[in-house]
């Protein structure tokens, strides 16, 4: 069974910290990883996604991949309350050029507070 | 500007009864997907489609099924809606790319069961 793991929080920082959201994944296979924003009532929006071991930096959000330990991490700089949802991480597995389905976590609950 | 929309936004139905949910996306992505979020379970799969007239089980396709008779749509039937069907219910759409396969989702229905 894939499984993606993430603690369900809710994980809560003062504004202007730095946010840490952790993930980890059952299957070696997977190639490919996302980070989703969902705000309460709304659908997921994708904000992040990272192929490669390593850091991908995007405005005040880095990803961070370690395929080795099989763990992905999404950073927030400097916490805005309008950041306070629920982040999903997903892996992908590919299949020679062929994308396999995305597998989500369960979420975990961000809450920053003023 | 393209977009994947979902109707109804809000359903509620009975037990027993069939019940059709509209999934439209106007960027002529090949791939189409359907899934539930619960409480404790996040996103579950339910079907999917990598194109025009294929349909694929997904991790809960018990109760459910699909058509893809065009590349807009894909409506997700309950043949026989049942209390443990109350989810709210996501549509999602991607291009099949060799190194990316974002996915986009449409705003969510809301279905209750009683």
């Known amino acids: 069974q894939k499984e993606v793991e993430q603690n369900s929080g809710p994980l809560s920082v003062p504004e202007g910290a730095i946010a840490s959201l952790n993930c980890t994944y059952s299957d070696r296979g997977s190639q490919s990883f996302f980070w989703y924003r969902q705000y309460s009532g709304k659908s997921p929006e994708l904000i992040m996604s990272?192929?490669?071991?390593g850091d991908k930096e995007d405005g005040r959000f880095t990803a961070q991949l370690n395929k080795a330990s099989q763990y992905v991490s999404l950073l927030i700089r400097d916490s805005q309350p309008s950041d306070s949802a629920t982040y999903l991480c997903?892996?992908?597995?590919?299949?020679?050029?062929?994308?396999?389905?995305?597998?989500f976590g369960k979420g975990t609950k961000l809450s920053v507070k003023p | 500007d393209a977009e994947i929309t979902q109707s109804p936004r809000h359903k509620i139905t009975e037990t027993g009864r069939q019940v059709t949910l509209a999934c439209h996306q106007t960027w002529n992505h090949n791939n189409m997907f359907w899934y539930r979020q619960d409480l404790g379970h996040g996103l579950r799969l339910i079907h999917y489609?990598?194109?025009?007239?294929?349909?694929n089980k997904g991790e809960v396709s018990d109760g459910y099924s699909v058509s893809r008779s065009n590349t807009e749509d894909l409506p997700l039937t309950l043949e026989s809606a049942a209390s443990s069907q109350t989810s709210v219910y996501f549509c999602a759409s991607s291009d099949r790319g060799i190194s990316t396969d974002t996915q986009y989702f449409g705003p969510g229905t809301r279905l209750t069961v009683l």
């Open positions: 990272i192929y490669s071991n």
């Open positions: 997903a892996s992908q597995m590919n299949y020679g050029g062929s994308q396999g389905n995305l597998i």
């Open positions: 489609s990598y194109g025009v007239q294929d349909t």
